[in-house]
């Protein structure tokens, strides 16, 4: 059994504009949720159980969904107050059942080999496997440097100069204990900032992804999502 948490529960502030009445994962595209397409996709590459940490209209994306979707269990972890990507992440461990799981954003898809991320953790316990994007403009993600033989990551920045580089993709390999015995001050903080750029000397391990990427965070993006993730979806097939 492969398990995978998408991170399902964000308020989705930049996408209100044109999707104001849904959760951004539920999102339409081409007739059915952002979440559907990446659930499907993620059961095509052989994950059998999903976690939903939902908080933001979690009751929407329950009654979607249920208890199983593509032929795959759906458990789900509810927030009850907003606890930032990190404290998403570490309840959602909490229903893990198997010693490692990917984990994953709710608002973006990219082509990446989920197993080949797994290899490359290999048998460091501890280390976060992180999935990598090469893009044209990094500035608006942050970007990801590592050493493009061992895949170590040597820096993780935040959001700066413009230009081409790698960026934090959003897909995760993680120990389901991986917060056994860390000391958080907050219930709340963020996975990226206090996690991922405090620990990229060994503990982080890269794996680029291949060339379709997309992020349905702003309304420019979620329009392209509409035709691009489609023809995706169709050209894997083949």
């Not at 994962?25 to 052989?46: D, H, N, R, S, T």
Request: aromatic share 10%; hydrophobic share 45%; glycine share 12%.
């Amino acid at each position: 059994m492969s398990e995978a948490i998408i991170l399902a529960g964000g308020f989705g502030t930049r996408l209100r504009a044109v999707v104001s009445d849904v959760p951004k994962p539920m999102a339409p595209v081409a007739g059915k949720p952002f979440l559907a397409w990446q659930m499907e996709c993620l059961a095509a590459a052989g994950v059998t159980r999903f976690i939903l940490s939902v908080g933001f209209q979690a009751e929407t994306i329950q009654k979607a969904f249920g208890d199983s979707f593509a032929g795959c269990a759906i458990a789900y972890a509810h927030e009850t107050e907003p606890l930032g990507t990190g404290g998403a992440i570490r309840l959602a461990l909490s229903y893990a059942q198997e010693s490692r799981v990917f984990v994953l954003n709710g608002d973006s898809l990219c082509d990446l080999d989920l197993q080949a991320l797994r290899l490359r953790v290999g048998n460091h316990a501890r280390a976060i496997g992180i999935g990598v994007k090469h893009v044209p403009d990094a500035g608006r993600y942050g970007a990801v440097r590592f050493d493009e033989t061992t895949g170590v990551v040597t820096t993780f920045a935040e959001k700066d100069n413009s230009g081409a580089g790698w960026i934090n993709a959003g897909v995760y390999d993680v120990s389901a204990d991986f917060f056994s015995g860390l000391t958080l001050s907050e219930s709340a903080f963020s996975f990226e900032k206090e996690i991922l750029q405090k620990d990229c000397h060994g503990g982080l391990v890269a794996q680029p992804a291949g060339a379709f990427f997309i992020d349905i965070g702003i309304p420019a993006d979620y329009a392209r999502a509409q035709t691009e993730i489609p023809a995706w979806v169709k050209g894997r097939g083949k």
